[in-house]
């Protein structure tokens, strides 16, 4: 068994993360986490492989001919659907949230702010952010 | 009968996906008020239905394999549902609080063509299906959909606060998810199945073993981040401050609880054959749950936006979970999820209040809206009651589970997670009750330290009566308080047991009868203190307010709201578990 996919997801796993806490762009930083989830594809693929053997459908195989593990091809399947469906979540998200903001850095994008006061950097006059007293 | 019984578990999963999808293709049919009806019944069969689930499983767990796919000699190739009482009941708890919810967001949305609708039956369905399940990867499919379906619901306003917190919130879980997949692989390259069962005697078989415990190390993780403990509870206080007000009753009342809930169910089930993980446990999650229950007690008090401030206080609940978790006992476990319930009910409750000064004085500030509560004097009371149940007020469902939790900690020696759970409550409260006496007293003229604390105004629609907000309210805080404590402390030690696959115990251990009182007592002075400040002598309030204002500014400064600060910690996070799992 080789230690290389382990390896590669790990590190892929690891760089992701790092995008993700030094990024000042919200569509870089989906983009991180979109490497981050390769590497759980490199580690189910790595985990299910086998040297040798084929894919797991036995229409021109006999039947008991050794094959890779078709349960982790099942995961990787169900995990590319999910990561679609967030990246477009969050890409979505991403749009609005620049339509409002009129920003994509998350240093300027912060969910609430001090004391309820209007940020100074973004434009914001429209969105009804009131002062408190 | 059993077995007839057994036929009914996909149901709870079935009707909101049925319902949720029949809405979503006529959506722009119905007419009016029709989503809200339809929504509301089907919470209801489901909470029925699982509470019919939950009665024909305390004799033994029913067990449902999907297509018929049963085990054959010990390999398990089909998908089931296995469910024993508890998991029943906190299900039937969970289809109960959606009920209850719908109810206060009647025609809260508008004209939404019931989006609002068919994403919390999507929630609620993969919540259901997350307690039901006993496979590891279609658990993981629940985890997502029920995440999924909550970062929509938390942009629903599409503000920009809501968003910001939305994308937080969404980066962190996804993580969660991805580090959830990547543990279910490692357990499943080890021991060569998905099922609990199958994977629980692999695990008992394989002795001291790394990749057991990094898959643990992986799965608790995720589990972790969706049950907000220190360090990965950054999230939390961005998206339940800005999700609209009834979404906030469901993060608050049940999804944050089930992800400890899968976490106690793993832990005991699955691999609890392993003495790697039985012995660094303990140590493990009742430090992070005391840690936990006293950051976010703290931070609760210095909250001025009420919804954060509740935020906070869910976050000190789930450490106080986590240590009855930690326990590993039946009595920790027990506690554990009778203060699930509980704790739902409660605080369900509190985020209506939050929901109903949102609809009718259009704020959420505690500072904008001293004694602007005068004229809603019940949603008042309500909240009162609410926080004083919070801190410990020695009646009801959530008392009861405190008990039981503190009776585990005493047992086991652990007194420093018993006083961190105490302290944590009362902190809890006492953020509750000042918030309550300055809003609908008009008392607390002058702010401490919480004045610079974060917030953002909002508005909620004002289109309903008081009493349709009001009244689900209500009857989640008489839920609470009346449930009769005799058939909960009869159904417990076996519910409890049966849930750790453990022989039954008779009853359980409770822990000091003055300790609760203790917590309401210190609660109260916190309030007072809040309160009253400006009438206290210096010699009382400087020392008070020199030692709170320094460690203030560094947790404000934890708490950034930034994305990159979160996924720092979640690696530090992972790290620590993983270091102390390893040493074990």
Request: glycine content about 12%; some cysteine.
């Amino acid at each position: 068994m080789s230690m290389l996919p382990y390896a590669v997801a790990a590190w892929l796993f690891g760089i992701g993360l790092y995008g993700i806490a030094t990024s000042r762009n919200f569509i870089h930083l989906v983009g991180c986490l979109g490497i981050c989830q390769s590497a759980t594809y490199v580690l189910l693929l790595g985990l299910g492989y086998r040297w040798g053997s084929i894919a797991p459908i036995f229409y021109d195989h006999p039947p008991g001919t050794p094959a890779v593990d078709p349960v982790m091809q099942a995961l990787v399947l169900t995990d590319i659907v999910v990561g679609a469906t967030l990246t477009a979540l969050l890409l979505v998200l991403t749009i609005q949230a620049y339509k409002r903001g009129g920003s994509l850095d998350p240093e300027i994008l912060r969910p609430m702010r001090p004391g309820g006061q209007p940020d100074r950097g973004a434009s914001r006059a429209d969105d009804g952010e009131r002062t408190a007293p | 009968m059993t077995a007839s019984a057994a036929a009914l578990l996909p149901l709870p999963v079935a009707i909101p996906l049925v319902v949720c999808a029949a809405m979503l293709a006529t959506a722009h049919l119905l007419p009016g008020r029709l989503p809200d009806i339809l929504a509301t019944l089907a919470a209801l069969a489901v909470a029925v239905l699982c509470a019919v689930i939950a009665r024909h499983a305390a004799e033994h767990p029913l067990v449902y394999w999907f297509g018929g796919w049963e085990p054959h000699d010990g390999v398990h190739l089909g998908i089931g549902f296995s469910v024993d009482e508890a998991s029943g009941w906190v299900a039937a708890f969970i289809g109960l609080l959606y009920a209850v919810t719908f109810v206060f967001a009647w025609g809260f949305f508008g004209r939404t063509h019931g989006h609002f609708h068919i994403l919390m039956l999507l929630f609620l369905a993969a919540m259901v299906g997350f307690c039901f399940t006993r496979d590891m990867f279609n658990l993981f499919v629940w985890f997502e959909v029920m995440s999924v379906a909550a970062f929509a619901l938390t942009a629903y306003h599409l503000e920009e606060s809501a968003l910001s917190g939305a994308i937080n919130f969404t980066v962190i879980n996804s993580l969660a998810g991805f580090l959830m997949l990547g543990g279910i692989g490692l357990i499943y390259a080890r021991t060569g199945t998905l099922d609990f069962e199958g994977i629980a005697a692999a695990v008992a078989r394989s002795g001291r073993d790394p990749v057991v415990a990094g898959a643990f190390c992986l799965v608790a993780a995720a589990l972790m981040i969706k049950g907000a403990i220190v360090p990965f509870q950054f999230w939390l206080a961005d998206a339940h401050a800005v999700a609209p007000s009834p979404v906030s009753v469901i993060f608050s009342g049940s999804m944050v609880s089930l992800g400890l809930f899968g976490l106690a169910k793993l832990s005991a089930v699955v691999f609890g054959g392993s003495d790697q993980l039985r012995h660094a446990l303990p140590l493990l999650l009742t430090a992070l749950g005391g840690g936990t229950a006293l950051l976010g007690g703290w931070m609760a008090l210095l909250q001025r936006h009420l919804k954060r401030m509740l935020a906070f206080s869910t976050i000190s609940h789930a450490g106080i979970m986590l240590t009855g978790i930690g326990a590993l006992s039946a009595d920790g476990t027990g506690g554990m999820l009778v203060y699930l319930v509980g704790h739902g009910l409660v605080k369900g409750a509190l985020f209506m209040v939050a929901g109903i000064l949102l609809a009718t004085r259009a704020s959420i500030d505690e500072i904008a809206l001293r004694g602007l509560g005068r004229g809603i004097g019940p949603a008042g009371i309500a909240m009162a009651l609410a926080g004083l149940l919070l801190c410990g007020l020695p009646i009801g469902v959530l008392d009861q589970g405190t008990r039981l939790v503190q009776g585990a900690l005493a047992q086991q020696g652990r007194g420093m997670a018993l006083a961190a759970g105490a302290i944590g409550a009362a902190l809890t409260g006492a953020a509750v009750l000042r918030a309550a006496g300055r809003i609908f007293l008009g008392l607390g003229p002058d702010p401490g330290d919480e004045a610079g604390a974060p917030s953002a105004d909002e508005r909620e629609k004002a289109n309903r009566p008081l009493w349709l907000m009001l009244a689900p309210c209500c009857v989640l805080l008489a839920l609470d308080v009346a449930l009769p404590a005799d058939l909960i402390e009869h159904a417990v030690p076996r519910a409890a047991s049966a849930f750790l696959h453990r022989p039954a115990v008779a009853a359980l251990a409770e822990g000091p009868a003055w300790l609760p009182w203790t917590s309401l007592t210190a609660a109260l002075a916190g309030a007072g203190y809040g309160l009253f400040r400006r009438r206290l002598p210096a010699l009382v309030v400087r020392p008070v307010s020199v030692t709170q204002s320094a460690p203030t500014r560094a947790l404000e400064v934890l708490h950034s709201g930034l994305i990159g600060d979160y996924a720092a910690w979640l690696a530090v996070g992972v790290a620590v578990i993983a270091v102390v799992l390893g040493l074990a």
